[in-house]
């Protein structure tokens, strides 16, 4: 590819502060396989988050974006853009975005809006802060990946389809504790996943998500970021890609050169499972409350329909002092609670009273 098509915002951008949230019950996938199977074994994670009665995709927002102004310690005020992707956003008419602005005490002259692309939610809302701060249109913009996934019930989603999210501040590099270098997206009509208007649960192609899916459009975006930046799998203390479920970013990560070392830290669908538009954003967390300053990171994630984004990042000194101003990562996961599955079903409005 001889073209630049990379994306560099004309003014150096950086992660300013982060922030996670995951709901605290956990389902275990022996119990839909109790449920729906009758036997045990032959899970793809071992237990997922589920959002409670008093959860959905603002409240995990609010949440996740607190703590990431507490780690970016600037005053909300000075946010100029709340963006929130997600494929779960509790209206289907009225913004998710306006109400997470208005709880964190962002000002009212400031752009919101909510974004979806299944998955890559998170990343477009990434991607769309990195525009406005590099272009020098705002200081600050906070970008937000939550969802609280729902599949079928005895579907193979079922398994994965968890609750969580993340929130990201950009900002200026100079203030950053850790560096964009750049950003690409790849994407094309690849309808592997879908959900119609007034459907309850999404589809899916089956197998098909994996080869013309999944693993064209995160190969594709991390070769590309690789090949344009002139970098190789060594010059990265981690990867992140994202995880519908374990074996996939497993086995993209070997296909395209990286360690198994690379990606543990930020491998955590098989305890909190598939968290959709935070699925890679809460993955880059995990990786940012243990990453050393000079550390390299590249993070991949992908939507069904289809797109991966892709990211280069370095982290700064100002890591070890911000990361300590929130909750990690593995703080939220460890804070777990175990249901069955008639819990998770009603907390989940799986059973419908007419």
């Not at 990379?6 to 449920?35: C, F, H, M, T, W």
């Not at 409240?59 to 946010?79: K, V, W, Y």
């Not at 098909?208 to 594709?220: D, L």
């Not at 590309?224 to 970013?249: R, S």
Request: glycine share 10%.
């Amino acid at each position: 590819m001889g073209e630049n098509v990379l994306l560099k915002p004309a003014r150096a951008v950086g992660i300013v502060g982060y922030g996670v949230y995951i709901p605290q019950y956990r389902l275990p996938a022996s119990e839909i396989l109790r449920i729906w199977a009758g036997e045990e074994g032959g899970a793809p994670v071992k237990e997922k988050a589920v959002a409670g009665l008093d959860e959905d995709t603002v409240t995990i927002s609010i949440e996740a974006a607190r703590n990431a102004l507490a780690r970016a310690g600037i005053d909300p005020l000075e946010l100029r853009a709340v963006w929130v992707g997600s494929e779960s956003h509790p209206y289907a008419v009225k913004p998710t975005s306006t109400i997470v602005a208005e709880a964190v005490g962002a000002p009212v002259h400031i752009q919101a809006a909510d974004l979806e692309f299944a998955c890559k939610a998170g990343t477009e809302a990434m991607v769309a802060a990195m525009g406005l701060v590099g272009s020098k249109m705002g200081e600050y913009t906070l970008a937000i990946g939550a969802d609280t996934a729902q599949g079928k019930p005895g579907d193979a989603l079922e398994f994965t389809a968890a609750s969580g999210g993340a929130a990201f501040i950009i900002g200026p590099a100079e203030n950053g504790l850790a560096l964009i270098q750049a950003a690409y997206s790849y994407v094309t009509d690849t309808p592997d996943f879908w959900r119609r208007q007034h459907q309850v649960y999404p589809e899916h192609g089956q197998r098909f998500t994996g080869e013309p899916a999944y693993f064209k459009h995160v190969t594709a975006a991390a070769q590309t970021m690789l090949e344009q930046l002139g970098t190789t799998p060594a010059d990265y203390a981690f990867a992140v890609f994202h995880q519908p479920n374990a074996k996939f970013p497993q086995r993209v990560a070997k296909e395209l050169g990286f360690s198994k070392e690379q990606i543990q830290t930020g491998l955590l669908s098989p305890v909190i499972g598939n968290t959709y538009a935070g699925a890679s954003l809460v993955g880059l967390t995990a990786v940012l409350d243990v990453a050393k300053p000079g550390d390299r990171i590249l993070v991949v994630s992908y939507g069904s329909g289809a797109g991966s984004d892709a990211f280069d990042i370095e982290v700064t000194d100002l890591i070890e002092e911000r990361r300590k101003k929130a909750p990690s990562t593995r703080q939220y996961i460890d804070r777990r609670m175990e249901i069955d599955y008639a819990t998770y079903a009603r907390y989940r409005g799986k059973i419908v009273m007419k």
